[in-house]
C-alpha cells in the first residue's frame, strides 16, 4: 500500500487562488475514487456546482459557509463540520474567515468531473 506525504504532492491551481493536491487518483482513472486537499484563500468562492457522483468535503481549517439544493440557506463551516453531498446536487461554500479555508474531499468516482453552474454566489 502507498504512503503519501502532503508536502511531497505537487499542488494544482485552481482560479480565484486556490491550490488542490491529488492525494488518491491520477489523470489516468486508476483508483475507484480521488481524494484531495484543496486550500481556499479568504474570499474564495467555488461557485454553485454539482458532480455526478457523492463529493465529501470535510473541513480542516478555517471558516465558510455552504450551501446546497434542498437545504434553506447557507450554513457555517469549520473544523470539524463535514459536508456529504450526493450525486448531482448543486452546491458550493465561500470562505468567510481572514485565514484560508482548507478542506480534505473524497469524489466518489476515479474522475473529478465539475459541472459548473452560471449562479454566482
Given at each position: 500500500?502507498?504512503?503519501?506525504?502532503?508536502?511531497d504532492?505537487?499542488?494544482?491551481?485552481?482560479?480565484?487562488?486556490?491550490?488542490?493536491?491529488?492525494?488518491?487518483?491520477?489523470?489516468?482513472?486508476?483508483?475507484?475514487?480521488?481524494?484531495?486537499?484543496?486550500i481556499?484563500?479568504?474570499?474564495?468562492s467555488?461557485?454553485t456546482?454539482?458532480?455526478?457522483?457523492?463529493?465529501?468535503?470535510?473541513?480542516?481549517?478555517?471558516?465558510?459557509e455552504?450551501w446546497?439544493d434542498?437545504q434553506?440557506g447557507s450554513?457555517?463551516?469549520?473544523?470539524?463540520?463535514t459536508?456529504?453531498?450526493?450525486?448531482?446536487?448543486?452546491?458550493?461554500?465561500?470562505?468567510?474567515?481572514?485565514?484560508?479555508?482548507?478542506?480534505?474531499?473524497?469524489h466518489?468516482?476515479?474522475?473529478r468531473?465539475?459541472?459548473?453552474?452560471?449562479?454566482?454566489?
Open positions: 500500500m502507498p504512503i503519501v506525504e502532503l508536502g504532492v505537487e499542488k494544482q491551481s485552481f482560479p480565484n487562488g486556490a491550490t488542490y493536491q491529488t492525494l488518491v487518483g491520477d489523470d489516468t482513472g486508476s483508483t475507484p475514487v480521488r481524494v484531495g486537499v484543496q481556499s484563500p479568504p474570499g474564495y467555488t461557485g456546482h454539482s458532480h455526478p457522483y457523492m463529493e465529501i468535503v470535510s473541513v480542516l481549517e478555517g471558516e465558510g455552504a446546497m434542498g434553506e450554513i457555517a463551516i469549520r473544523p470539524g463540520t459536508l456529504v453531498l450526493p450525486p448531482n446536487v448543486r452546491h458550493g461554500f465561500r470562505v468567510t474567515g481572514s485565514v484560508s479555508l482548507k478542506t480534505y474531499g473524497v466518489a468516482s476515479p474522475d468531473i465539475v459541472d459548473r453552474d452560471d449562479t454566482v454566489c
